[in-house]
């Protein structure tokens, strides 16, 4: 259950009280399975899987929770090809050509027709609150996925004030410091990716893979202007990175000094498996929090 990828969203300090009562609002929020009629449904759901009843995991200040989803699996080729063909029938048998608005008629009677028998697709979202902090990180590169789990939790919640990172200093020129050999912090190593763009609108990309980037090739680019807007990067031999100027963590790997505790023990179930992974991700991920806040100048958030 390792997030792959970290969206941050910061929230007050005063919202803990709040979430006293976290697993009971969240219940009248639930997943439920999605209706014949409905193209997709949306609620939260146990982090160790549906069938278990607890709706949020706490150890320490952190709080995991997950929000669940099934989506109807509908393609629009599928509902084109069908309206298509009534629409050649309606046609043959009233011996004239329809407009536009008989036609989307039509449409919406064949996904009436096909919704109840299409395959439902299941989705989930994990996310894990640190109370200490005052972020949320939701596992997504997706600005718009991760701010759907941010409402879906407002709602439940009737309130939840959380707002993405605001840095006091500009990403891009602290990433392009960084790969223009500028000291990195401490427990801090390149990798071996990156991406450089030119500030000019529609300026040219350039994207490094397996690439040495303290080098002569790089450096070009550096001098033509162009400025680092991804990074790849190593955080305490723990956890490998990429990192964009919107601070957003891709490419999210915990390496073998963060994992080789959890191979040395055994458990007797997948919950107490779940369990201690949670445990040691949100204590890695508070630490790479940390960094981010102190290198970036992360705003606290207005109570």
Avoid at 9 to 37: H, I, S, W, Y
Avoid at 163 to 186: D, H, K
């Amino acid at each position: 259950m390792f997030f792959r990828n970290l969206t941050f969203f910061r929230f007050p300090a005063t919202l803990n009280k709040a979430l006293a009562a976290l697993d009971e609002q969240l219940a009248e929020c639930a997943l439920k399975p999605v209706g014949p009629m409905e193209l997709s449904t949306r609620g939260f759901v146990s982090p160790f899987g549906r069938d278990e009843g607890v709706l949020s995991h706490r150890v320490g200040d952190c709080i995991w929770i997950c929000l669940g989803g099934e989506e109807k699996i509908l393609p629009s080729a599928v509902v084109n090809e069908a309206t298509s063909k009534k629409a050649a029938e309606m046609e043959e048998r009233e011996g004239r050509k329809i407009g536009g608005r008989a036609r989307q008629r039509l449409k919406d009677d064949v996904l009436q027709e096909l919704l109840p028998r299409a395959f439902v697709k299941p989705v989930r979202a994990n996310a894990y609150l640190d109370l200490q902090h005052g972020f949320i990180a939701i596992d997504s590169s997706s600005r718009k996925s991760a701010e759907n789990l941010v409402s879906e939790l407002r709602r439940a919640l009737g309130s939840f004030p959380a707002l993405p990172l605001n840095a006091e200093v500009s990403a891009r020129v602290v990433l392009t410091g960084w790969i223009a050999g500028e000291a990195l912090p401490e427990r801090v190593e390149l990798g071996d990716e990156c991406e450089l763009k030119d500030p000019a609108d529609r300026g040219a990309v350039v994207k490094c893979q397996r690439q040495e980037l303290v080098g002569d090739e790089v450096a070009k680019h550096l001098e033509a202007g162009k400025q680092c807007t991804r990074l790849a990067l190593t955080f305490e031999d723990h956890l490998s990175f990429v990192l964009g100027d919107d601070l957003v963590v891709r490419k999210l790997k915990f390496l073998d000094g963060a994992v080789e505790s959890l191979e040395s023990t055994e458990r007797d179930s997948l919950q107490a498996e779940l369990d201690a992974r949670f445990a040691l991700m949100s204590a890695e991920l508070k630490r790479l929090f940390v960094m981010l806040e102190r290198e970036f100048k992360l705003s606290q958030a207005a109570a």
